[in-house]
Every structure is written in structure tokens, then in C-alpha cells.
């Protein structure tokens, strides 16, 4: 067998690693706390399409495998941490490809008192950082890449539009899609191969409400979501919020998704009291971001898949 | 037949589509965005030889078909149908010319190809890389040109016509790749 060795050479090894410390750096000199927090936990995430590997007999109970180190990071700055980041595992079921591993290693931080604007020019600040190279930034958002890449408004336009538009240009589609679904095919397919050009990352803001996650809507549009991704070299790199800090809300998100996973035959996820009570006493006024540290470390590497910066993909774990 | 679920999926996985036998030719997973995952493929349907790109819905099951490559002798054409034989089993298969194609070219007789079988039935052909072809028919050669310089269109006793050097003469044995249809070599 000779799969006991790892998939990244011991160069590739040397060179994350002094990523790493310079991503440490980068937020010690911004006072930015780092943290830990548990990679197991009660409770897993009731997003719609997200699968976390359940661990049995986990404390007298039933366990998950975070999918994110959110809830509990907010539960710290609820707490009065200040901000903060941290660098972790994350598992999702399923998730195996040339970009994906069921195990990832994700920079995720938090800035109290940042919209996401601001966060989005300190996201950047830190690619600048490690780039050999100076990059530049440009920001574009969801409605203007969609009309500037595929001459479509993507909140006016119509499903049946949407379906012809995306059965032209993607081939033979399941039946039954949503509007967003079309939309994140389109995007991945013909847009975002195109974001982030060489030396310019491209950062995507004014996401459609109903892709908010965990994000505020826009108090000037609600039609739109205070979240951004990050895209550099056609890969996507980031995803951040100006963070929802409404409790009632935050519940009334949850339900709708457990609904709906009622309704399509999912199980229906406990709901984290733990989070909505932090929230209740009051998460600060931030903005957060989540960051897939091995895509990241395989661009500035110039490498082309995850396997090259991983010792060991799922398939040799 | 079985079905499988995206998860499953590699190049070479056969699969029924409309009711039709395909191979995944290229299988990519892709979450976009904070939504549902899916699997976009890339599938040759087997019958008419189109590539279709597809995308399933992550985890969706898919009916999987018994398509098998097979090594067989090819052993006589009757006019309508190519016969082959399994040389363990002794078992004959008839392929027609839909499902022999341009393999009909490179057929000789006794020599081991590689037989696809949908539900037992044969649906491709492929001969070996390399094949011996007599030349029936061709301009006389130029004698003494060995330099490669030039081509001429010579057509072998199987009916092929390769793009030979000026110097074959007509009787000769030459080796041909049959992937591309080149001429290789005297033999």
C-alpha cells in the first residue's frame, strides 16, 4: 500500500505552516483574540442542506461534529470576549471533490463594531499579507455580476426563465429546482469561474434575502442580505456576515428550516438554546467571517487541488 | 439492475437515462453557494454516442446498468452481423453495424477485441490498438522514396483507407493504429 503517505509534499508542509503563523500574526498585531472552542458539541446546525456526522454516546447522548465554529464563538462574544478568531476543523458529510473534504481546516473571526464592508477591506488585508504578490480588491455585487455575465436581474427574473436560461447553458437539470438553486448553479457554473482574476480578489456583496443564513438584512433594501463572499482565482474562499443579533429572528429562521426539513423527509435538528439565550442576553454589534484555510493555502501555493495541501485526504485518513 | 446514489458515482460508472446505457465520463461535486449540493456530470450515451452534460441532485439515486467490457475473438461477418466468441465460455454473441461501427474496419478474423455488452447483448466494438492490413488497392510506389516526405490514400483489404508514404505498393502488410486510423509502419 502505498497510500500510508501524505498527498502534500514536505515542501507544501513547511509552506502552510508559515502561513499559518503569519495568519496568527496578522490578528495578534489587531488584538484579535484567538480561541478554541469544542469541535464536538450537543448540538449541530439546522441548515437546510448541511449534513454533520452525528457521534453516538456522546456525553449520555447523542453528538455532532461542528459544521462551523459559529454558535459557540458567538456564545464567547456574547460573553464579552471582544473579537475574536480561530482556526479549526470542520466536518460535513458528503462533501468529497476536487475543492471539498468531509475535514477541513477553517479560519473563522469576528470583529465587534465591523459591518461587513469593513470587514470585507480586513479580509482582504490579510490575502494582501500573505500574497507574494500585491493584490488588487474589487467589489461587485450579486445583482451585477448576474447582469453583467449573463444579462439576467437575479430578483426579477422568473423560474421559467431561470430553467430555459439554465438548460441552455448547464445541460440537463433535475426537475423541481427553486429559484435560488438555479441561481447558485448559474453562479457556479459561469460566473464564478471567472471571479478573482490572477492578482484581484473579488469580493461579492447583496446576496438575495433568502440566502441570508445567518446574516442582518439590509435595513436599506430588505430585499437583500448584509453577507459577502470572497473569490479569488475562480475559487470561492469566504463567506461573511454583518451578524444577525435578533434573537426572534434568529428562531424564526431556525423553525422555517426544521419545517422544511420536515417537509422533504430531513430530520428536523435541535434547535441550540445554548446560542439563542447568548443572543438574548446580546451578541455585540459584528461582523463575522468564515474562511477555508486549505482552498486558501492552495491558491497562494498555485497548487490546484485540496489533496496537495492536506497530509491526508478522507481517503487515506 | 441496482441503483446507486451520487456519492457512488466515477468515471466509468454505467447508468440507464432515459433508457438509454451511459458512462459517466466526468463527475464533479459542487455545493454553490450556502444551497442544496449537486453532482454535474458529464455522460456518453452508449446507443448514439452523444455526450450529454447532467446534473443530479446530491444523494439522489440513479439506476445503474449491466454493461460489461469483455475481451472476445472476433470470428466472421455474415453480410448483416459481426459474430464474436468468448473464448472461455465458447458463447457467440451477433453485434449488427450500429454497434460495430467504425470498428467494422479494423475487424480480423481471430483477432481479440473488446466487446461491450449491454444485458448481454453486444452495443460497441473496439479492436485492438494495433492491426495488420493488407493493401488491395493504391497509386503504384515511388521506388527508392523511403523519406516519409508525402501521402497518398491506400485502401486495405478491410475496407479502411489510411493515408499511407508514397513508397507502398500494393500486396503490402502494414501496421495501423486503430485509435486514429494512422498508418504506423511496414509490418
Same mark, same amino acid.
Given at each position: ?64 461534529? =461542528? ?9 464567547? *462574544? ?7 478568531? =480561530? ?73 421559467? =426563465? ?6 441552455? *447553458? ?19 457554473? =459561469? ?74 423527509? *430531513? ?51 | 439492475?441496482?441503483?446507486?446514489? @451520487? ?33 454535474? @456530470? ?8 452523444? &455526450? ?63 466487446? @461491450? ?8 466494438? &473496439? ?61
Amino acid at each position: 500500500m502505498s497510500n500510508w503517505k501524505p498527498t502534500a509534499s514536505i515542501e507544501t508542509m513547511k509552506a502552510r505552516a508559515k502561513i499559518l503563523a503569519r495568519v496568527r500574526e496578522f490578528f495578534s498585531e489587531r488584538n484579535i483574540l484567538e480561541v478554541e472552542t469544542p469541535l464536538l458539541s450537543r448540538h449541530s446546525v439546522t441548515d437546510r442542506y448541511m449534513k454533520s456526522f452525528e457521534v453516538k454516546d456522546f456525553m449520555r447522548g447523542e453528538g455532532f461534529l =461542528q459544521t462551523s465554529p459559529e454558535y459557540a464563538m458567538k456564545r464567547l *462574544l456574547a460573553a464579552g470576549s471582544g473579537s475574536i478568531f =480561530q482556526i479549526c476543523k470542520a466536518f460535513r458529510q458528503d462533501e468529497v471533490g476536487a475543492r471539498h473534504n468531509p475535514e477541513f481546516t477553517m479560519l473563522e473571526w469576528y470583529v465587534e463594531g465591523f459591518d461587513h464592508y469593513q470587514l470585507m477591506e480586513q479580509v482582504f488585508q490579510l490575502l494582501n499579507t500573505l500574497s507574494h504578490k500585491p493584490l488588487k480588491l474589487s467589489r461587485l455585487s450579486y445583482q451585477d455580476v448576474f447582469e453583467q455575465y449573463l444579462k439576467i436581474n437575479p430578483f426579477k427574473v422568473t423560474v421559467p =426563465q431561470l430553467a430555459e436560461l439554465s438548460g441552455d *447553458l448547464l445541460g440537463d437539470l433535475p426537475e423541481d429546482l427553486e429559484s435560488d438553486d438555479y441561481l447558485a448553479l448559474l453562479f457556479e457554473d =459561469q460566473i464564478e469561474p471567472k471571479l478573482g482574476q490572477a492578482n484581484e480578489v473579488c469580493f461579492i456583496y447583496g446576496y438575495p434575502a433568502s440566502q441570508a443564513a445567518l446574516a442582518k438584512l439590509d435595513p436599506e433594501s430588505p430585499q437583500t442580505a448584509c453577507r459577502f463572499e470572497v473569490y479569488w482565482r475562480g475559487v470561492e474562499l469566504a463567506n461573511g456576515f454583518s451578524e444577525l443579533t435578533c434573537v426572534a429572528e434568529q428562531r424564526r429562521r431556525f423553525e422555517m428550516d426544521n419545517a422544511w426539513r420536515k417537509e422533504n423527509g *430531513l430530520p428536523q435538528m435541535s434547535i441550540d438554546e445554548h446560542f439563542l439565550t447568548a443572543l438574548e442576553v446580546g451578541l455585540p454589534e459584528c461582523a463575522g467571517v468564515a474562511l477555508g484555510l486549505d482552498r486558501l493555502i492552495m491558491i497562494l501555493l498555485e497548487l490546484s487541488d485540496l489533496t496537495e495541501v492536506a497530509a491526508f485526504p478522507a481517503d487515506r485518513a | 439492475m441496482g441503483t446507486i446514489t @451520487t456519492n457512488d458515482l466515477r468515471n466509468g460508472t454505467k447508468l440507464i437515462l432515459d433508457g438509454e446505457p451511459c458512462t459517466v465520463v466526468d463527475n464533479q461535486f459542487v455545493r454553490p453557494g450556502k444551497g442544496q449540493a449537486f453532482s454535474k @456530470t458529464k455522460v456518453l450515451y452508449l446507443l448514439t454516442g452523444r &455526450t450529454v452534460e447532467k446534473t443530479f441532485k446530491s444523494g439522489e439515486s440513479i439506476e445503474t446498468a449491466d454493461v460489461i467490457d469483455t475481451d472476445m475473438d472476433y470470428i466472421y461477418n455474415d453480410g448483416e452481423f459481426w459474430y464474436f466468441m468468448d473464448p472461455n465460455t465458447f458463447e457467440q454473441v451477433q453485434a449488427d453495424a450500429n454497434a460495430v461501427g467504425d470498428a467494422k474496419n479494423y475487424l480480423i478474423e481471430q483477432d481479440k477485441c473488446q466487446v @461491450t455488452l449491454w444485458n448481454g447483448s453486444p452495443i460497441g466494438v &473496439t479492436p485492438p490498438n494495433f492491426v495488420i492490413l493488407e493493401v488491395t488497392d493504391t497509386d503504384p510506389g515511388l521506388r527508392g522514396d523511403t523519406s516519409g516526405g508525402g501521402s497518398k490514400p491506400a485502401t486495405m483489404h478491410t475496407g479502411a483507407v489510411v493515408k499511407v508514404p508514397l513508397f507502398v505498393n500494393i500486396g503490402d502488410k502494414l501496421k495501423v493504429d486503430t485509435r486514429n486510423g494512422e498508418y504506423v509502419s511496414r509490418a
